[in-house]
């Protein structure tokens, strides 16, 4: 509609879609207080080598160093809390799917984060791509220890099988887990409208889930506090914190869906 801002028409393309995916990464748990990668002051990618810290050689070469590493980590995102732009995308999966309860799914998010926030928001149809820091398993079996059994006194951890536990996410030059690739691209093929929220889209093959979404026929939406890679060929930038734009995207559509005018609340 001529004039129609942006965040009303993506509410109405929300309001009219069959089949959503959402891409989120590191900004998307910003607001919680986790520190992004690639932020030029203080990502974590700006103070450390990923080469010293996110590949199998590293750990090889200092299992001590990248199992404290990940254990920070862990302790980080297990001790912060779900922001609002994670409780808006639970709230959008449950209104999608009451609308439409038949299958397949009318809501995928697939997530580079490893910090478990978007479950404990409330999320239910999360695809790990990069994996979970909240899981373990052991270097020589693949044996995945509960969480709540290992004790993270001595570093590295060491298993019961003669290797170490090491945190169950995907290291540079590691592949991606075949199940979440799997239902990332068979969502992706039905979607009609795709979002990439808080990721500087440089990492593939998750940078290039948006082409594919594309080719698919869905409309594209990003969503990011600053410009990224993304930028200049989607449908519709949101500029700004997922943490404020979300929830009251989430709003608008609610209002169209229920057959007010978003803008009369
Ligand atoms: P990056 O750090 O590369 O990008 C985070 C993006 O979020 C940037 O574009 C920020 O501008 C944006 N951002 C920050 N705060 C925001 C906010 N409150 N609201 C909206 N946007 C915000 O993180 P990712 O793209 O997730 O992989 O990084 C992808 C992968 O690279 C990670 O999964 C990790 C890393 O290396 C592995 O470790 C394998």
């Known amino acids: 509609m001529p004039g129609e801002a942006s965040i009303d028409r993506v509410a109405r393309w929300l ?4 089949s959503v995916v959402v891409l989120t990464g590191a900004g998307v748990s910003a607001e919680s207080g986790l520190t992004t990668f690639r932020d030029p002051e203080e990502g974590l990618w700006s103070k450390y080598d990923p080469m010293d810290l996110a590949t199998i050689e590293a750990f090889e070469r200092d299992p001590e160093l990248v199992t404290r ?3 920070w980590r862990f302790t980080k995102a297990r001790d912060v809390r779900p922001n609002p732009g994670h409780d808006a995308l639970a709230l959008l999966e449950r209104t999608l799917c009451a609308r439409m309860p038949d299958n397949p799914p009318p809501f995928t998010l697939i997530t580079q984060n490893i910090d478990g926030l978007h479950q404990r928001a409330g999320s239910r149809r999360v695809v790990e791509i990069h994996g979970s820091i909240h899981r373990w ?3 020589c079996t693949g044996y995945e220890k509960p969480l709540s059994e290992i004790r993270f006194d001595r570093f590295p951890v060491p298993s019961e099988h ?3 536990m090491r945190p169950c996410v995907v290291w540079f030059g590691e592949m991606l887990p075949q199940e979440a690739l799997e239902a990332s691209f068979e969502a992706l093929a039905r979607c009609d409208l ?6 500087s889209a440089t990492v593939y093959p998750a940078a290039g889930f948006i082409e594919v979404a594309r080719a698919a026929g869905a409309r594209t939406v990003e969503i990011n506090k600053d410009p990224t890679a993304n930028s200049p060929s989607v449908d519709v930038t949101l500029k700004g914190r997922s943490g404020a734009i979300l929830p009251d995207l989430v709003h608008q559509m ?7 005018d978003a803008r009369d609340t």
């Open 254 to 260: 609610d209002q169209l869906a229920r057959g007010g």
């Open 15 to 18: 309001a009219e879609a069959r």
């Open 162 to 164: 003669g290797g170490f």
């Open 194 to 199: 795709f979002f990439s929220i808080g990721t």
């Open 137 to 139: 398993r052991c270097t």
């Open 69 to 71: 590493w990940y254990h």
